[in-house]
C-alpha cells in the first residue's frame, strides 16, 4: 500500500511516494538521500536516528513516513546556518564529543530540543521540587541525554559539550 | 512488516467504525509501541487508523475541580502541566520516569495506557507465548524470571505492565473515556487493565475497537503530597524492577488517608488496597509502613529469578512513605 506524502527536511519541501511501512527514519535516508540521522537499534532504544519533528527531538525510526504527512523536520545538518555549525555542533567539536561520530547527529539534535524543553522550564526525573526553576547540572544533562547512547563511550565529553553550549 | 493500509479519520466515530469492523485493524498514537512491535512482527495490522490528529491534545480543569487529558496529549506536555505538577507530582513524576524525552514527545496518554508487555517472550516470535499466541504456552515460567510478575499472576502468563503513568493514575483512581461501537463509557483506573487469568491476551476489560478519547483526573487534595519512586537496573532509561506510586496525609504523626499503588509487580498496575486500610488510622512510623508492605505482599508468589522484588517493594513503599511523611512535617 502506498501514500503519496509531503515533507519539509531542512528547509527543503519534498513529495514523495511511500510504502505506507516506512519509517520517517527510512524515507529520509533512503528516499530523500538525507543521511545525518543514523539507523541505530531501529526500535526507539538508542536515539542515533534523533531529529526534530516541528521543533521537538523525537526518535525517527519508529515514526511512520505516512503519519507526518506536510511536517517540518530539521536533522543535524539542517542546523548548520549559512555554512556555519550550530553553536551546539560547534561545542561538540570543540569538546571532542564523539569518537567514531555515528551518535553525534542524533546527540546534536537532541540537545537542541533538549535545551529547549529546559528553557520552557520542563522538569526531569532529576529535578528538586517540581515548582522550582530547573538549573541545568551535569546531573540534569545526563539524565535528559540518557536517549542517547553512545557506543563509543565519549560521555564525559558530550556532557561538557552540552554544558557550554547551554551557556 | 506485514502490508498495511493507512487512514486518518477526521472524526472519532468514523475511526471507532472502521476498527471496530476489522479483525484487523488497530488504532496508532504515537506509535512507539506499535510500530516496535510490527517490526518485531509481534502484531500484524493490516489497517492503521490515526487518532493521534483527530483526539484532544489539550489537559482542561474542569468546573468541578477535574483535569481532562485529551486522549493525544503527548506525555511530555502531560508531565510538565503546571496544574499537573503542582497538584499530581506523583503523574509527573511517573511519566518523567518513563522512556526518554523523545520517546515522550511523541506518546500519547491513550497509547502509553494501552502499550504491552516487554516480556522478553511476547517480544520473540521463535518462543512460544499465551499472550502473543493463545494456547502455545508460557515461556517465562520456567525462563528468564527477573521481570515475572509477583501478584495475581496465571500458570498462563506471568507477564508485567510496563507503564509507569498508569501506576500513578491507578494510584489516583483516574477515569478514562471510551468510545466503543454502543457509544460512549467510562472505566475506572484500577479497573481498566486486567490480571491474566485463563485470558493473557486481553490486557484491558476493552473490547477490539474500543477508543480512549481522555482520561479524568479526580478532584484530590491528598494528591498535592503524593510522589512516584521507580527502582529499576540502570538509574534511567530502562522499565521498572518496581515501582511505588503513593499518597499520603497526615496528621500529628497518624495516617489519615493514604493511595498506593505498585509497578513492576503484577500484570496490571497493583492498587494496593490493602496496605492503604493497614496504614489508614495507624502510625506514620517506618514500622507501620513496612508492615503495610508486607500485608499487601503478603500472598506474592516468587521464583529464584524475582523473590527480591518482595523486599524492594516494601522497602521503596516504606521509603516513599517516609519521604512523603517528612515532607508533610516541613
Ligand atoms: C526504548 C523504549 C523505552 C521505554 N521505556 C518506558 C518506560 O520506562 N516506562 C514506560 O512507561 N514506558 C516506556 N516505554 C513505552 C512508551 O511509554 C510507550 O511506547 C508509549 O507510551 C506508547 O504511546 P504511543 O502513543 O506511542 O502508543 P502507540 O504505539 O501508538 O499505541 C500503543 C497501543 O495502544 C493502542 N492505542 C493507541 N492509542 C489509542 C487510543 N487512543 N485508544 C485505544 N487504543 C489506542 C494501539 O493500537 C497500540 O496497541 C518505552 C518505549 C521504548 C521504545
Ligand atoms: S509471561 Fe505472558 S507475555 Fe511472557 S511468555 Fe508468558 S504468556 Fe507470554
Ligand atoms: S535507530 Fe532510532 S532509536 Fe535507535
Ligand atoms: S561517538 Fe561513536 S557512538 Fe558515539
Redesign the interface.
Known sequence: ?E?TITLYVDGGRHDLTV???T?LLDALRDRLGVTSPKKGC???QC?AC?VL?EG????SC???A??HDGARVTTAAGLAEEGRLHPVARAFVDHDGFQCGYCTPGQVC?AV??LE?VA??????V?EG??APVRLSDEEI???????LCRCGAYVNIVAAIREAAR | MKPFDYSRPAEASAAVAAVAGDPGAAYIGGGTNLVDRMKLGVTEPTTLVDVRNLLSDRIEELPDGRIRVGGAVPNSDLAAHPEVRRRFPVLSQALLAGASGQLRNVATTGGNLLQRTRCVYFQNRAMPCNKREPGTGCSAVEGYGRYNAVLGASEHCVATHPSDMAVAMTALGARAHVLGPAGERTVDLPGLHRLPGAEPERDTVLEHGDLITAVDLPHLPLALRSTYRKVRNRASYAFALVSVAAALDVVDGTVVDARVAFGGLAHAPWRAHRAEEALRGGPATEEAFREAGRVELADADTGPDNAFKVPMAVNTLALVLRGLTDEEAR
Open positions: 500500500m501514500a510504502d505506507t511501512r519509517t531501529d526500535h526507539g536515539g534523533t519533528l521537538r527531538r523525537v526518535v519508529l515514526a511512520l505516512v503519519a537532541s530540543g533538549m524543553e520552557a522550564d520542563w522538569p526531569s526525573h529535578t517540581l515548582d545526563r539524565e535528559r541525554m540518557s536517549g542517547n
